[in-house]
């Protein structure tokens, strides 16, 4: 079964360092997607993605975030200088085009990205 | 700006069915209702989405009330791997994100 994947599975970082997280989502999907769960807190978007564009953010995503589909599988969300408060676990999903019906997101594994 | 109410804990019996509850008073007409669920910190797991019909799969059933205003997940046959914190999402249908609140933590006990 497809599913999508994410590298690092756990990344350490001093504060103010820049970090790249990959995922690689399911092969026909067209919309990405980037989540984080701060320990013991609810999960939470970031953005989504489609046709090489943000197509939504939160307040979450400020300037310090970006993301970007380098090539035709990958699919990355970079934080530029990293703070302590951005420690959490970062989900990638993917869905495939959503046209008029429902296309459920499936969720990699997560990354669990601590700044020191 | 929680659009859902869920109790915070619940337990089950293996083998039992699991009856999960969830409140959307505030639902629009073009809203759906999905479920998700994460086991152990994973990744969200989809399970089931309705807008006022019953829906079954293979996983669950979601039973939604005639005024639309709660919703019931059925687990039929609930198994340790169960054990989860169960998510109910009221969504408009072309939203791109889901919007997750504290959800319900089953846990299945032998």
């Known amino acids: 079964e497809p599913e999508v994947t994410q590298t690092p599975s756990h990344q350490v970082t001093q504060m103010g360092q820049e970090v790249i997280l990959r995922c690689v989502p399911i092969s026909n999907h067209l919309y990405f997607y980037w989540y984080r769960q701060i320990l013991g807190q609810k999960v939470e978007f970031l953005v989504s993605?489609?046709?090489?564009?943000?197509?939504?953010k939160s307040e979450i995503f400020d300037d310090q975030f970006s993301v970007e589909r380098p090539d035709g599988s990958n699919f990355t969300l970079k934080i530029r200088s990293t703070k302590l408060e951005d420690s959490a676990m970062y989900f990638c999903a993917s869905s495939e085009a959503s046209g008029l019906t429902y296309n459920e997101q499936f969720f990699g594994p997560g990354t669990r990205l601590t700044v020191l | 700006d929680a659009k859902t109410t869920q109790p915070p804990s619940m337990d089950c019996a293996e083998g039992r069915a699991a009856n999960l509850p969830c409140n959307h008073s505030t639902i629009s007409g073009n809203e759906y209702v999905y479920w998700y669920r994460q086991i152990h910190s994973q990744g969200p797991q989809y399970i089931i989405h309705g807008l006022k019909n019953n829906e079954t799969n293979e996983m669950a059933s979601l039973i939604i009330t005639e005024d639309r205003k709660s919703s019931t997940l059925i687990l039929p046959h609930a198994t340790l791997r169960d054990t989860a914190v169960y998510y109910c999402i009221v969504r408009v249908k072309n939203d791109y994100k889901l919007s997750f609140g504290a959800g319900t933590t089953v846990t299945v006990r032998a």
């Open positions: 993605f489609y046709n090489n564009e943000i197509s939504e």
